[in-house]
């Protein structure tokens, strides 16, 4: 590189004032929660807590938010697993298994990732009813792996069309057949892209708002139905919705935190060509 | 031989696809006509589900010991076929009946209502309302997406160090709900003013900033919608930055070479070699930013706690439908959404369905 690095310093502090500004809000978030009630004060938000860290905001907090915490859990996994399995079974068919018009049930198929759901939302609950799945998880969860079924396959889809053929070719004289070739070829070499099903799925059903708010009932209200509820309840003090908010978030900051490059990876999926 | 091996693998399944498909469709068919109850425990949705899986069970045995490969990669895709068909295709044709009848109330009511729905919302004060709203977010939420994302994503392309740091840091707002978003930027945009100021006007004061004091999302109209955008912009900008951060990284070094070489300055490169050569990153992220605030919802959902200034066309179809039961109006909201983002979505996935056809 034969740039000019006389510019880095003033690289530097732009890039720094923005990471200011994108942690503020987290910044916030953080010591608002430990405050106790006492210190929470117009004047002083921006303080760090004086006297300690008071983990019982977590605790009134978790109290109203526990058992839609074991809601949007019980909803979350099964979700993520049986997409990531439908999804890698229909990309494999459309990435290695091309049959007349098959492109065009690809693009069918994609459209419906970008609907705004309240288009189908009244036939949608009709149907449930209909089906005894209203009202509770497992219709959720269901209604998630349906709506799910493009981006799924979308991401399965470009990872197998970039293994090359010939594998597949070796395994077929080998005698396998379309499910030998998945099952003993393809399936082994497909960890990185259910690691970014599986993730995209999980934070997607858990950070949803829409279907939750609609399709469920107060027993069965995943967090972020709850989190929005509590949070619009002049009832429950600030520092408590802060410490509800960051409970609300924490399991998809900790899979972005840890597992961040799957995560990039199924975003990036989702720009189609990016 | 291999056809008679086939015949044999046939013959001896055959009880079995028979009794799959046979158990499937009587699991099926009595759950759907309401007797399944056992115990007290409503067993249609186990028993339709339950059903439908031993039925397409028997019909994969059979597929696959025809021994077509194409017939059963077929069956195999069928399910998922079938599920968007009816969940994404025959639901919007359901969504544009209701939308053409007089349905208001609990009772379904499919009298015939032509475009009356249509007509009433586009000289309804609130759908007004609702559709600058949009215009207003969508625009202001493009441009500084595009803008700010672009920017950080140029910055981070000067191989600095720390780049990894920065980059997990504008992308992890992405990882957060948008209503755990809305909670905590409705405490950052706090609008008191005078001695319960607090919030980002707090900073501002006391940086002596107080031209910048704001009443954020709760300025008089249209302003406040405008401050909508924030949130939004500090959720998805990240998103901006890795898609055009990844198009930069696919230029290859030799070019830039080739133009410094030439006499290029650094700026002239990135306005006439680079930018250009982005504009197809550009279009994903305007498809991509202008699909989702198209159809904005539990941002303002959270944030705007049912202001009506701050109403949108999400909003305005869930409460008129669940809550005031007009049904037939809130289908027509929700097919003017799904026409509004399939006039931006539809000609970018035929043009990259023909682009990959001919690679």
Do not use: C
């Amino acid at each position: 590189m034969t740039r000019r690095r006389s510019l880095d310093p003033i690289f530097y502090v732009l890039l720094i004032a923005a990471a200011i500004v994108y942690l503020l809000p987290i910044y916030m978030l953080l010591i608002t929660s430990f405050k106790s009630f006492a210190e929470v004060d117009l004047k002083t938000m921006w303080n760090l807590p004086s006297n300690g860290l008071h983990i019982d905001n977590f605790r009134e907090a978790y109290k109203h938010l526990a058992p839609s915490l074991k809601n949007s859990l019980v909803m979350v996994i099964p979700e993520a697993l049986l997409s990531s399995l439908l999804g890698s079974v229909n990309g494999y068919i459309l990435a290695k298994w091309k049959f007349p018009g098959s492109n065009w049930i690809f693009t069918v198929i994609l459209f419906g990732m970008f609907i705004p759901y309240q288009s189908i939302l009244l036939p949608l609950v009709k149907f449930m009813q209909f089906i005894h799945l209203y009202g509770g998880i497992p219709g959720l969860v269901l209604v998630h792996i349906i709506y799910g079924i493009p981006i799924t396959t979308l991401i399965f889809r470009n990872y197998y069309a970039g293994i090359s053929t010939e594998i597949l070719e070796a395994g077929k004289i080998d005698g396998a057949g379309l499910i030998g070739l998945y099952r003993y070829i393809l399936l082994p070499l497909s960890a990185p892209s259910f690691a970014v099903v599986i993730i995209w799925q999980f934070t997607q059903a858990w950070n949803e708002f829409l279907f939750a708010v609609i399709l469920t009932n107060q027993s069965s209200w995943p967090v972020t139905v709850a989190l929005n509820n509590l949070a619009g309840s002049q009832l429950v003090a600030w520092n408590v919705q802060m410490a509800a908010s960051l409970l609300a978030a924490l399991p998809t900051l900790l899979v972005y935190i840890f597992l961040g490059r799957f995560f990039l990876r199924g975003l990036m999926a989702g720009a189609l060509k990016g | 031989m291999t056809m008679l091996r086939k015949f044999e693998q046939l013959t001896t399944r055959l009880p079995l696809v028979i009794l799959a498909m046979l158990l499937g469709s009587a699991a099926m068919y009595l759950a759907s006509t309401g007797q399944a109850v056992l115990a007290g425990h409503d067993l249609t949705s186990a028993g339709l589900i339950g059903g439908a899986l031993l039925l397409y069970g028997g019909v994969i045995m059979l597929v696959s010991s025809l021994g077509s490969e194409l017939a059963l990669s077929v069956a195999l895709i069928l399910p998922s076929i079938v599920a968007v068909l009816i969940f994404v295709y025959a639901f919007i044709a359901w969504s544009v009946r209701v939308s053409l009848s007089n349905w208001k109330g609990l009772l379904p009511d499919y009298t015939w209502n032509g475009l009356n729905n249509y007509i009433e919302l586009f000289s309804d004060r609130r759908f007004q309302i609702d559709i600058r709203n949009t215009f207003v977010f969508t625009s202001l939420f493009l441009i500084a997406s595009l803008v700010i994302g672009l920017t950080l994503a140029i910055l981070l392309d000067q191989r600095l160090r720390g780049e990894s740091i920065f980059r997990g840091i504008f992308l992890f707002p992405m990882a957060v709900s948008f209503i755990v978003t809305g909670v905590i930027w409705g405490w950052l945009m706090n609008p008191a003013t005078g001695s319960r100021i607090t919030g980002i006007n707090l900073i501002f004061k006391s940086l002596g900033l107080d031209f910048l004091i704001s009443l954020w999302h709760s300025s008089p109209p249209p302003w406040g919608m405008a401050f909508t955008v924030i949130p939004a912009v500090w959720q998805l900008s990240g998103f901006t930055m890795a898609l055009y951060l990844g198009g930069l990284r696919s230029i290859s070094d030799d070019l830039r070479e080739a133009a410094r070489v030439d006499g290029a300055s650094e700026f002239q490169i990135y306005r006439y070699i680079i930018m250009p050569m982005l504009s197809p990153v550009t279009l994903s992220a305007v498809i991509i930013l202008g699909h989702m605030s198209l159809k904005i919802f539990d941002l303002i959902v959270a944030l705007g706690h049912q202001d009506l200034r701050l109403d949108v066309p999400g909003i305005y179809m869930w409460r008129t439908s669940f809550d005031a039961n007009n049904f037939g109006q809130g289908a027509a909201i929700g097919i003017l959404m799904l026409l509004s983002v399939a006039i931006l979505v539809v000609p970018y996935l035929i043009y990259s369905m023909k682009s990959e056809a001919e690679v």
